[in-house]
């Protein structure tokens, strides 16, 4: 009985060591083959440099390989030419379907049309002189005003003209009506004044015609609503080709706004990213 | 090639901040025109379908 337990005590440490050295003979062995992969992985990637770095210089083999599908890039690019904004803009087969109707004018009504300049310029105004909107003028037509403009952060007035629609919104923000008060302007050539004031025309010139835009677009988004129930509530009293004509002009009138649309976010991006205050 | 437009400019009297404002503002009105440009016709377009509108549900 002794001995055995002499024996089992002299034992069990020792196969406890040859476990112990088993492991640390084996980790070695584990990092050694992540070490091989990595250092595969890297003569793979080295290779790949390689080969780009070859195509990149020239290499006549890789010139051709590409020879014979220069057509088919070609025609690639021309699949998407005119589509890179955005493939679902227009409706083009004319083909009514009420689902692609209906998802196309929630796009229209749930776009976020805040810090376009309605909001941030012409708050109130109106520009339709007419009852149709599509008879009124736009802005640029319209019978203008001189009006004497103070930059925000600029020591100098401008003298401009505006479309009367607009003069109240102007003489909101601190604008004056007529022309402005002569001042020093030796600071600067006649050729510096000139090309202030010619800014400062277009740029106004050009924020009325955003928010006549924005006005139009809001009026033809309800136009396509109601005309929509009303063809609804019609179609079983029409003929086919009425019924068809009324769909088509929906679908183009759906496709202009889409693109009014859109001018009138990237037009509105454009003028509100200018800071620059001359 | 430096030395004509140096003496140009000095001729003018025209600073180089005042040369560079003004190419800044013919620039920007460049591009605020072109965007009114865009904007204009797609005006055009959704006022004459609304016309086509009118006239088909008349």
């Known amino acids: 009985m ?17 476990f112990v050295t088993l492991q ?3 980790k070695p062995e584990k990092n050694k083959g992540k070490q091989d992969k990595k250092t595969e992985n890297k003569y793979d990637r080295d290779k790949e440099q390689d080969k780009r770095e070859k195509g990149k ?23 998407y030419k005119g589509k890179e904004f955005d493939l679902d803009k227009r409706w083009d087969d004319r083909k009514w379907n009420d ?22 310029i012409y708050l109130g105004v109106n520009w339709f002189n007419e009852d149709d909107v599509y008879k009124s003028k736009k802005p ?26 607009a003069l109240k919104a102007h003489l909101n923000h601190g604008d004056s009506q007529g022309n402005c008060n002569d001042f020093d302007r030796s600071i600067y050539t ?6 202030r004031n010619g800014y400062y025309n277009q740029y106004y010139q050009t924020t009325e015609t955003l928010s006549f835009g924005e006005q139009l677009l809001v009026n033809a988004i309800d136009v396509l609503t109601n005309r929509r129930s009303q063809l609804n509530a019609t179609r079983t009293t029409l003929t086919p080709v009425q019924v068809q004509k009324r769909e088509v002009v929906l679908i183009d009138l759906q496709n202009n706004v889409y693109d009014l649309q859109n001018s009138l976010d990237n037009g509105n991006q454009r003028v509100s990213s200018i800071n620059f205050i001359f | 090639m430096l030395i004509p437009i140096t ?12 040369q560079s404002l003004t190419v800044k503002m013919d620039s920007l009105k460049d591009s605020v025109d072109k965007t009114e440009k865009i904007v204009d ?3 055009d377009k959704v006022q004459a379908s609304l016309k086509e509108v009118d006239e088909a549900f008349k």
């Open chain 2, 41 to 43: 016709k797609d005006i």
């Open chain 1, 57 to 79: 210089s020239g290499d006549k083999y890789d010139k051709d390989s590409y020879k014979g599908k220069e057509k088919d890039y070609k025609n690639k690019n021309d699949r």
């Open chain 1, 190 to 195: 006649k050729n510096y004044w000139d090309a």
């Open chain 2, 7 to 18: 003496l140009a400019s000095c001729s003018n009297n025209v600073s180089e901040e005042e």
């Open chain 1, 99 to 120: 689902d692609r109707f209906n998802g196309r004018m929630i796009k229209l009504k749930d776009k976020k049309k805040k810090n376009w300049v309605n909001e941030r």
């Open chain 1, 24 to 26: 640390e003979k084996g």
């Open chain 1, 140 to 165: 640029k037509n319209n019978k203008k005003v001189n009006i004497c403009h103070k930059p925000d952060g600029s020591n100098y007035p401008t003298s401009i003209t505006v479309s009367e629609n």
């Open chain 1, 2 to 18: 002794k001995s055995r337990k002499l024996l089992s005590l002299t034992i069990l440490p020792l196969m406890l060591l040859w």
